[in-house]
């Protein structure tokens, strides 16, 4: 029969009997019933698409698409289209021999595979399918296979993997795309919602991806997971993405780690200076129940295996001077066993010491958990400084003044001397504390115990006379925070006493966002600080037409600052200081979404700021700051790409924030002018009311290091939206006062500046000092600073020259299981690796007066260089706190870090404590700016330690020091050990 067919129907016949399935590179054959029907010729160009068989919202963000294109002719290339529009082109580079096998008869090439690596991004998210279209050797093109797509569901994916564990940062984070809507994201931990984010912060890198996908532009989200809130276990969370239109997607998220034994540890007190014995308490929990608990150093020292004492032991019941007994606490299990240790005092190594419990449970699972500080001796209380003290004020509040604030007699104990002197600071918010409404506000500083606190919250700390007794008492110095600011009044609204509160009932008094209104103040209840739940959302406008504020606020500051007056004048030999307002600023807290102050007033003096008009016309009270040059309303329109007629019409940017728009840059610098003139003012006024200049200081926070040092520098964050610069935090008749966390007070980070955020601080005010500072972020209330970022922070304020330094402080270590409510790692000291290099580095201080530049190379619990290096053909190797420098010749360097703003003004004396081989010649040559050098040869002064005389440099600043010690050549292999280096200078430009 098959005689009698002609080739065509013939060709026809194989081809419908032996069908030929080509997938995955494998052939395989199957056999259909046979259909006599005329078909296209087997040979004609023809392709496939392999894998994948559909493109969903699943797997990663780039799409591997594999196949063959094939022609007699020859493929030329492939192409990937999606709705018409061109996506990717690729020529066939990969050998088939499965296609010329199953095609014999037709002679194809063998390179007809391509592999299409193609961004997913680049499909747009209403795509069904993609086409592959292949052009053969004759430049005709032919369909080779189609690809289905289904992008409903949302697609994304997460930044940080990091396990989520105490003292982690516990960031979730990453973005999420799905066609044009916003997608909610909810975190699950073992089926329980811990996290809901809306995927709506701006991630230029996403749009980059995914240029086809609008959304992605803002498609990021961020949270924070509160682990004290999440179930006990180890486990992996799931992150849930949905589009509210039925469509969801899952991915999996970071491992949980949650199951380590917890408790906390107790002993007498909580620094202590040569006690006779140390009697540890530990109340110790897990599901898994307790097998052992040891206590050590926290260096490693073992001091022995506590004793069982007691099972099934209520957290309740284990007695802490800091709560009531009836408060459980709330921690995730209530009941734990007791265990106690008497550690002998004379079994502790020297030194500064932490003492720590050991932990393992019943699964094998260890935690450490953190006890007192001890010490056995503080020589520097005899010690006398040879230049000025550095001063630290330990904050505090009633409760603890009137309980002789234990705390801060301790840190005394251990730290003062010397060049150290360690007072407290207290709190008085000067707008709130008044005879009331009755009184018309009249601030009162004797505010009576009875009206500091309503419903169960403390409305206010203590009275001021109440802080001035109190440094009679303590006899230490007092740093007075007078607070008419935005937390003043930002625990509850109390408008019968709060002249804040009663203000802000007026909305002309208020900032106003771009949108022409305000917000209730307790619009942002769930910020984070040092208050639960602030309310600050309902700002004051700085305006200068704000007059019935700024009147009140006069009359009650000065009022406070007259009783301090008073107090120095009756008590010279007590020293009392003010800081004044912390964080001043224009509203920042509605982050990317409002900016503020368009309040009328404000707009008002805008344009008086720019015209030179009001009380900034030649000869006003403000004409000092006003904008230079002055505009003429063609100038503003040309800036502003408006065509306004009158003065008055003239409006700032309201629309999204343009920092390339100049027209956007004058305003930002405007609303620095606001907040740098109600600084001037603060500090004016209090001068006038009787206070030295030199006792009065700003608080203002710099979270970030790239922050604008003068009123004009040019904006590019969202940090430029809070008014914020140094200079603008320089009163004129006072000093700069900071406020640092995190990053910033370890001098992190690039300013725009191009000089550290500490030297453009001490450029501004060589007198500067720190109001409040910590070395945690507040962005991660649960992560607590370990020892190097600890000791970074108090380095670098202290090497920048601070004149006083104020710690922030109120809760403790052990409180983050048992108490986590009452538990912020941004405000926590006792316990913690900064309570130790804290009081390690005041320690080292009592030798060194301010100013002083000290690099100790570490510490027992920190291996660091400081920042140096070592010189050509020099290694170097950090230890705990020593450097060991060995070298490939006779000679060794050492190389200190680059300094600014730093003054050879008289002659100072540098030492260096280490040991090297006995005839080594070390010499020390600094570099000055101007390109000088200034050497000097070191001499012995015993101990280990040698000493050089630089002379005077009138004028000239120091740039880099580089030391070098010339070895014996019979010792060139000894190399040379450093302990420490300090420059001694005791006077500033």
Same mark, same amino acid.
């Given at each position: 029969?098959?005689?009698?067919?002609?080739?065509?129907?013939?060709?026809?016949?194989?081809?419908?009997?032996?069908?030929?399935?080509?997938?995955?590179?494998?052939?395989?054959?199957?056999?259909?019933?046979?259909?006599?029907?005329?078909? +296209?010729?087997?040979?004609?160009?023809?392709?496939?698409?392999?894998?994948?068989?559909?493109?969903?919202?699943?797997?990663?963000?780039?799409?591997?698409?594999?196949?063959?294109?094939?022609?007699?002719?020859?493929?030329?290339?492939?192409?990937?289209?999606?709705?018409?529009?061109?996506?990717?082109?690729?020529?066939?580079?990969?050998?088939?021999?499965?296609?010329?096998?199953?095609?014999?008869?037709?002679?194809?090439?063998?390179?007809?595979?391509?592999?299409?690596?193609?961004?997913?991004?680049?499909?747009?998210?209403?795509?069904?399918?993609?086409?592959?279209?292949?052009?053969?050797?004759?430049?005709?093109?032919?369909?080779?296979?189609?690809?289905?797509?289904?992008?409903?569901?949302?697609?994304?994916?997460?930044?940080?993997?990091?396990?989520?564990?105490?003292?982690?940062?516990?960031?979730?984070?990453?973005?999420?795309?799905?066609?044009?809507?916003?997608?909610?994201?909810?975190?699950?931990?073992?089926?329980?919602?811990?996290?809901?984010?809306?995927?709506?912060?701006?991630?230029?890198?996403?749009?980059?991806?995914?240029?086809?996908?609008?959304?992605?532009?803002?498609?990021?989200?961020?949270?924070?997971?509160?682990?004290?809130?999440?179930?006990?276990?180890?486990?992996?969370?799931?992150?849930?993405?949905?589009?509210?239109?039925?469509?969801?997607?899952?991915?999996?998220?970071?491992?949980?780690?949650?199951?380590?034994?917890?408790?906390?540890?107790?002993?007498?007190?909580?620094?202590?200076?040569?006690?006779?014995?140390?009697?540890?308490?530990?109340?110790?929990?897990?599901?898994?129940?307790?097998?052992?608990?040891?206590?050590?150093?926290?260096?490693?020292?073992?001091?022995?295996?506590?004793?069982?004492?007691?099972?099934?032991?209520?957290?309740?019941?284990?007695?802490?001077?800091?709560?009531?007994?009836?408060?459980?606490?709330?921690?995730?299990?209530?009941?734990?066993?007791?265990?106690?240790?008497?550690?002998?005092?004379?079994?502790?190594?020297?030194?500064?010491?932490?003492?720590?419990?050991?932990?393992?449970?019943?699964?094998?699972?260890?935690?450490?958990?953190?006890?007192?500080?001890?010490?056995?001796?503080?020589?520097?209380?005899?010690?006398?400084?040879?230049?000025?003290?550095?001063?630290?004020?330990?904050?505090?509040?009633?409760?603890?003044?009137?309980?002789?604030?234990?705390?801060?007699?301790?840190?005394?104990?251990?730290?003062?001397?010397?060049?150290?002197?360690?007072?407290?600071?207290?709190?008085?918010?000067?707008?709130?504390?008044? &005879?009331?409404?009755?009184?018309?506000?009249?601030?009162?500083?004797?505010?009576?115990?009875?009206?500091? +606190?309503?419903?169960?919250?403390?409305?206010?700390?203590?009275?001021?006379?109440?802080?001035?007794?109190?440094?009679?008492?303590?006899?230490?110095?007092?740093?007075?925070?007078?607070?008419?600011?935005?937390? *003043?009044?930002?625990?509850?609204?109390?408008?019968?006493?709060?002249?804040?509160?009663?203000?802000?009932?007026?909305?002309?008094?208020?900032?106003?966002?771009?949108?022409?209104?305000?917000?209730?103040?307790?619009?942002? &209840?769930?910020?984070?600080?040092?208050?639960?739940?602030?309310?600050?959302?309902?700002?004051? +406008?700085?305006?200068?037409?704000?007059?019935?504020?700024?009147?009140?606020?006069?009359?009650?500051?000065? *009022?406070?600052?007259?009783?301090?007056?008073?107090?120095?004048?009756?008590?010279?030999?007590?020293?009392?200081?003010?800081?004044?307002?912390?964080?001043?600023?224009?509203?920042?807290?509605?982050?990317?979404?409002?900016?503020?102050?368009?309040?009328?007033?404000?707009?008002?003096?805008?344009?008086?700021?720019?015209?030179?008009?009001?009380?900034?016309?030649?000869?006003?009270?403000?004409?000092?700051?006003?904008?230079?040059?002055?505009?003429?309303?063609?100038?503003?329109?040309?800036?502003?790409?408006?065509?306004?007629?009158?003065?008055?019409?003239?409006?700032?940017?309201?629309?999204?924030?343009?920092?390339?728009?100049?027209?956007?840059?004058?305003?930002?610098?405007?609303?620095?002018?606001?907040? *740098?003139?109600?600084?001037?003012?603060?500090?004016?006024?209090?001068?006038?009311?009787?206070?030295?200049?030199?006792?009065?200081?700003?608080?203002?926070?710099?979270?970030?290091?790239?922050?604008?040092?003068?009123?004009?520098?040019?904006?590019?964050?969202?940090?430029?939206?809070?008014?914020?610069?140094?200079?603008?935090?320089?009163?004129?008749?006072?000093?700069?006062?900071?406020?640092?966390?995190?990053?910033?007070?370890?001098?992190?980070? &690039?300013?725009?500046?191009?000089?550290?955020?500490?030297?453009?601080?001490?450029?501004?005010?060589?007198?500067?000092?720190?109001?409040?500072?910590?070395?945690?972020?507040?962005?991660?209330?649960?992560?607590?600073?370990?020892?190097?970022?600890?000791?970074?922070?108090?380095?670098?304020?202290?090497?920048?020259?601070?004149?006083?330094?104020?710690?922030?402080?109120?809760?403790?270590?052990?409180?983050?299981?048992?108490?986590?409510?009452?538990?912020?790692?941004?405000?926590?000291?006792?316990?913690?690796?900064?309570?130790?290099?804290?009081?390690?580095?005041?320690?080292?201080?009592?030798?060194?007066?301010?100013?002083?530049?000290?690099?100790?190379?570490?510490?027992?619990?920190?291996?660091?260089?400081?920042?140096?290096?070592?010189?050509?053909?020099?290694?170097?190797?950090?230890?705990?706190?020593?450097?060991?420098?060995?070298?490939?010749? *006779?000679?060794?360097?050492?190389?200190?870090?680059?300094?600014?703003?730093?003054?050879?003004?008289?002659?100072?004396?540098?030492?260096?404590?280490?040991?090297?081989?006995?005839?080594?010649?070390?010499?020390?040559?600094?570099?000055?700016?101007?390109?000088?050098?200034?050497?000097?040869?070191?001499?012995?002064?015993?101990?280990?330690?040698?000493?050089?005389?630089?002379?005077?440099?009138?004028?000239?600043?120091?740039?880099?020091?580089?030391?070098?010690?010339?070895?014996?050549?019979?010792?060139?292999?000894?190399?040379?050990?450093?302990?420490?280096?300090?420059?001694?200078?005791?006077?500033?430009?």
């Amino acid at each position: 029969m098959i005689s009698h067919l002609n080739k065509k129907l013939l060709l026809t016949v194989i081809a419908t009997v032996a069908v030929v399935v080509i997938a995955g590179g494998a052939t395989r054959f199957a056999w259909p019933q046979i259909k006599m029907a005329m078909a +296209s010729p087997v040979c004609e160009a023809r392709g496939a698409v392999d894998t994948p068989k559909i493109i969903d919202t699943t797997g990663q963000a780039s799409i591997n698409i594999e196949g063959w294109a094939a022609d007699a002719a020859g493929v030329s290339h492939v192409e990937m289209w999606a709705n018409g529009k061109l996506l990717a082109t690729v020529k066939p580079s990969i050998a088939r021999a499965d296609v010329a096998s199953a095609f014999p008869q037709c002679k194809f090439p063998t390179v007809s595979g391509y592999a299409f690596v193609l961004a997913r991004g680049v499909i747009p998210p209403h795509t069904s399918s993609l086409e592959v279209r292949a052009v053969n050797g004759g430049g005709r093109v032919f369909n080779a296979g189609r690809v289905s797509v289904d992008f409903l569901k949302p697609f994304g994916m997460l930044d940080v993997t990091e396990p989520i564990k105490a003292d982690g940062r516990n960031l979730i984070s990453g973005w999420v795309v799905a066609g044009q809507v916003p997608v909610k994201v909810r975190v699950l931990a073992q089926d329980k919602e811990m996290l809901v984010l809306l995927a709506s912060n701006q991630r230029d890198d996403v749009a980059k991806i995914f240029p086809a996908w609008p959304q992605a532009a803002t498609s990021g989200f961020e949270g924070v997971l509160p682990m004290h809130k999440l179930p006990r276990g180890n486990y992996r969370l799931r992150i849930l993405f949905e589009d509210g239109k039925g469509h969801n997607s899952e991915i999996v998220g970071p491992q949980v780690i949650n199951d380590l034994p917890f408790g906390k540890v107790l002993a007498q007190h909580d620094k202590m200076m040569s006690p006779g014995t140390i009697a540890l308490r530990a109340w110790l929990a897990d599901e898994q129940g307790i097998r052992a608990a040891y206590a050590e150093t926290e260096t490693g020292t073992p001091l022995g295996k506590m004793a069982l004492t007691k099972n099934g032991q209520l957290l309740s019941a284990f007695s802490d001077p800091r709560f009531n007994r009836d408060k459980a606490g709330d921690a995730p299990l209530r009941t734990g066993d007791l265990y106690g240790l008497n550690v002998p005092f004379a079994g502790i190594p020297s030194g500064l010491q932490r003492l720590q419990v050991r932990v393992e449970d019943n699964a094998g699972n260890t935690a450490v958990l953190p006890g007192p500080l001890v010490l056995d001796k503080n020589p520097g209380v005899t010690q006398a400084c040879p230049g000025e003290k550095l001063r630290v004020f330990y904050p505090g509040g009633a409760v603890d003044f009137r309980d002789d604030f234990r705390q801060l007699q301790e840190l005394r104990d251990m730290a003062q001397g010397g060049c150290v002197e360690i007072g407290f600071r207290g709190r008085v918010e000067y707008m709130r504390t008044t &005879k009331g409404k009755q009184a018309d506000y009249i601030f009162d500083s004797n505010f009576p115990e009875r009206l500091r +606190s309503r419903n169960g919250k403390g409305m206010s700390g203590e009275s001021l006379s109440e802080l001035l007794d109190t440094a009679l008492r303590f006899r230490a110095p007092l740093m007075v925070t007078l607070d008419g600011g935005v937390w *003043a009044d930002s625990k509850f609204s109390a408008p019968d006493l709060d002249i804040v509160d009663m203000l802000e009932q007026d909305e002309r008094a208020v900032q106003w966002n771009q949108f022409g209104k305000s917000e209730p103040d307790d619009a942002l &209840k769930s910020l984070a600080g040092a208050t639960d739940s602030p309310e600050l959302a309902r700002m004051m +406008s700085l305006n200068h037409y704000n007059r019935r504020f700024l009147d009140y606020k006069k009359r009650n500051l000065q *009022a406070a600052v007259r009783e301090i007056v008073k107090f120095n004048q009756a008590h010279p030999a007590s020293y009392v200081m003010v800081n004044l307002d912390p964080d001043e600023y224009i509203n920042p807290w509605f982050y990317q979404t409002q900016w503020y102050d368009y309040n009328p007033d404000t707009l008002r003096q805008y344009r008086e700021w720019l015209f030179h008009l009001g009380p900034y016309a030649n000869g006003g009270e403000l004409a000092f700051s006003r904008h230079e040059p002055g505009l003429t309303l063609a100038d503003v329109n040309r800036l502003a790409k408006q065509s306004w007629k009158d003065v008055s019409a003239v409006e700032p940017p309201r629309k999204s924030i343009d920092y390339g728009d100049q027209w956007q840059q004058l305003w930002t610098q405007f609303r620095r002018h606001l907040v *740098a003139r109600h600084y001037d003012d603060l500090a004016a006024w209090a001068v006038e009311a009787g206070l030295l200049p030199e006792r009065i200081y700003t608080s203002q926070t710099f979270i970030q290091a790239d922050v604008a040092v003068s009123i004009t520098d040019r904006a590019n964050g969202w940090n430029d939206q809070a008014g914020v610069s140094i200079e603008g935090a320089k009163p004129r008749q006072g000093h700069l006062g900071v406020i640092l966390y995190g990053p910033g007070s370890r001098n992190e980070g &690039k300013p725009r500046s191009g000089s550290s955020l500490i030297d453009n601080i001490r450029r501004t005010d060589p007198e500067w000092g720190v109001v409040e500072f910590h070395p945690a972020t507040i962005a991660f209330p649960e992560k607590l600073p370990d020892h190097m970022e600890s000791y970074a922070t108090m380095q670098a304020l202290i090497n920048g020259g601070a004149h006083f330094l104020s710690p922030m402080w109120g809760s403790y270590v052990g409180d983050r299981m048992v108490h986590p409510n009452n538990f912020k790692a941004y405000d926590v000291m006792e316990g913690s690796a900064y309570e130790y290099q804290f009081v390690w580095w005041l320690r080292t201080m009592q030798a060194w007066p301010v100013g002083s530049l000290f690099y100790p190379f570490g510490n027992a619990l920190v291996k660091s260089n400081d920042g140096w290096t070592p010189a050509a053909e020099t290694h170097l190797i950090s230890s705990y706190g020593e450097l060991h420098l060995t070298g490939e010749g *006779a000679r060794i360097g050492l190389v200190s870090p680059q300094w600014e703003t730093r003054y050879l003004t008289a002659p100072t004396e540098f030492t260096i404590t280490g040991s090297w081989p006995q005839q080594t010649k070390v010499s020390a040559v600094l570099l000055m700016e101007n390109g000088e050098k200034l050497s000097c040869s070191l001499r012995s002064i015993g101990q280990n330690r040698v000493r050089c005389l630089f002379p005077a440099a009138q004028k000239r600043q120091m740039s880099r020091l580089t030391l070098e010690w010339q070895l014996p050549a019979a010792q060139q292999k000894a190399g040379v050990k450093i302990s420490d280096v300090v420059f001694k200078l005791t006077e500033h430009r």
